[in-house]
């Protein structure tokens, strides 16, 4: 049985078109919109389903990636970390 106490919140983040949200569908079994090619396709901060490693739930935060096609870097850090403050 896992621990909620000991949740674990990991934001996935990198450049667009890297494989984030696919790698987080694998690792959680979620089904988030994944793009093709290298157009942006994640366009808010979004969370996989939780799901348990070694008793402790694990929650994936796919981000927008980098050099995205229509958002600046500095936009997007800017929407993490307000997701991150607004969450903790």
């Not at 979004?46 to 870097?73: A, K, N």
């Not at 850090?77 to 991150?84: E, F, G, N, Q, V």
Request: proline fraction near 3%; charge should be neutral; aromatic fraction near 6%.
């Amino acid at each position: 049985m896992a621990n909620q106490n000991s949740e674990i919140r990991i934001a996935v983040m990198g450049a667009t078109g890297s494989g984030k949200s696919t790698f987080i569908n694998k690792a959680s079994g979620s089904s988030l919109p994944v793009g093709h090619g290298l157009e942006s396709c994640t366009k808010e901060v979004q969370t996989s389903r939780p799901f348990v490693i070694s008793g402790r739930f694990v929650t994936l935060i796919d981000t927008p990636g980098f050099d995205d096609t229509t958002r600046s870097d500095t936009d997007i850090l800017s929407m993490i970390a307000a997701y991150l403050s607004k969450t903790y």
